[in-house]
């Protein structure tokens, strides 16, 4: 049984790449797309917010002394490229999924609308929220707290390599621990970098609690959606 009716679940570019150097990793696509299945099959709603790092990276080198402003867009658009190959896995996996962008291409995807958007959730479709906010100097990680709060959403669900948060980090210290849960402001005095300080902003000021758990780990988003002691969970 599902804890959360809907739910925002943040992807990085990175979760994208399995253990290819850039890129999209076929194999890890799928097995993200059928945990994000199985999810739904649990009767929960899902939208998802796609990063692009793992598609900037191809072309980081030449984005070096660019216009600031002019990169982000590039970044904007590697995540519409990466929410397309998401949301074309889910077709080929049997999931019925919408592209919605934050910046209009038209002929590509459809525009984020946030009526359309309940719209399709209601429906029990994914939607995959590309291009970020729409605006440079954002992260997906913002527009994962903005549109989990648009939507609804009873929690953000960022997807990272590590199984949650630590007292250190577990690569280089082994006594680290894992937090299970932390409130706002005990992120904030212990300078714990949770989400970007934008993100955690709007998470906080909405009540809209955060759970950092690994994708990498094969079952960990069913176990979060059931409620269960996984990851860390930010919270008031
Ligand atoms: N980006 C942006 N505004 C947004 C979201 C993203 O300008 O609202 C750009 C920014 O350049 C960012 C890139 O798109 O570096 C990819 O997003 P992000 O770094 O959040 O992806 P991730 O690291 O999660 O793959």
């Known amino acids: 049984m599902s804890a959360y009716k809907r739910i925002l679940l943040k992807l990085s570019g990175e979760a994208l790449m399995g253990d290819d150097a850039y890129g999209i990793n076929r194999a890890t696509i799928v097995r993200i797309v059928r945990e994000i299945q199985e999810v739904t099959r649990m009767g929960c709603e899902v939208a998802v917010v796609i990063g692009g790092g793992n598609i900037f990276r191809g072309v980081a080198g030449g984005a070096v002394g660019m216009d600031r402003a002019t990169a982000d867009y590039m970044g904007m ?5 990466n929410a397309l190959a998401l949301a074309d896995t889910m ?3 049997g999931l019925v999924a919408r592209v919605m962008s934050a910046i ?3 002929q590509v995807v459809e525009s984020y609308v946030r009526p359309k958007a309940l719209q399709y959730l209601e429906e029990g479709k994914v939607v995959v929220f590309a291009a970020g906010t729409g605006n440079p100097f954002f992260t997906t990680d913002t527009a994962a707290a903005l549109r989990g709060a ?17 007292t ?11 937090y299970p849960s932390l409130t706002f402001d ?8 949770v989400l970007d300080a934008a993100a955690f902003a709007v998470c906080r000021d909405q009540n809209l609690p955060i759970r950092v758990f ?7 988003l069913r176990r979060v959606v059931e ?6 969970l930010v919270h008031v």
């Open 168 to 178: 250190a980090d577990p690569k280089t210290d082994p006594s680290a621990t894992r």
């Open 214 to 220: 690994s994708i990498f780990k094969p079952g960990a």
């Open 104 to 106: 209009a291409i038209e």
């Open 150 to 166: 648009e939507i609804g959403a009873q929690i953000v669900l960022k997807a990272t390599k590590v199984d949650g948060v630590y």
């Open 91 to 93: 077709r080929q996996e």
């Open 186 to 193: 005990e992120a904030i005095q212990r300078n714990l970098r």
């Open 227 to 232: 409620g269960e002691d996984e990851g860390t």
């Open 77 to 81: 658009l590697a995540t519409v490229m």
